[in-house]
């Protein structure tokens, strides 16, 4: 994998001013003077799939903002087996464990091809003790940090086999417009899940037997939203 750090992916200082995600990421209750302070240190990288943002133990002391793609937070077990905690989309914060000095957590792997915005852990520290809007923000990224990964277990990682991977396909197209989503790997799908790839790669045959999932295109599928739901509720 390659790491962020390789200058191969690094596309060079972020035109943070003129971004389209300005007022929808963690700056946007900045002023200009304020916004200028921070212009300087940031660095915009593409990656692409199966590239690491960054690794589980590093302490690299800086924060991502996403700009678009999906990225998946993955903790290795002593089995060697992974499990993918969360993933990571456009306007989502990554590495928040580098404001308290600590070590990243889990290694944050693209899933699609990404481009992140890079910057110093200290700069949002010393900005966040002057702009109570910012330290808000942070203390809100915090909170909603913790209620993805509640809820990633409790929706994820309960019920049938048959039911998680309705969960799971219900929050691929949470946030479009409409029921379409791409689809992982059932590699991937079953450590989201867990469970094995082979039950991931079943449940998935037979969702699309059963036309609740329809190929619209290269790995693009249409969601029987209304069934799907049902499965997810009952199984």
Known sequence: MQLVSDRGVWQGQANC?????????LFAALQAQEFGQIHQPIDLYSLLPGSLLYRAGDRGGRLFTIRSGILKLVRYLPDGTQRIVRLLRATDLAGLEALLGQPYQHDAVVLRATEACSLPASVV????????A???????????ALKEADSWLTELCTGSARQRVARLLLRLVRDGEHSECTLFSCEDMGAMLSITTETASRNIADFKRKRLLT????NRFHLDTANIKRIAQVG
């Open 17 to 25: 001013v003129n971004c389209t995600l300005r007022h929808s990421v």
């Open 215 to 218: 190929e619209r295109g290269a």
């Open 125 to 132: 520290q010393a900005l966040s003790q002057t702009n109570a």
């Open 134 to 144: 910012l330290y808000q923000e942070l203390l809100q990224r915090w909170q909603q």
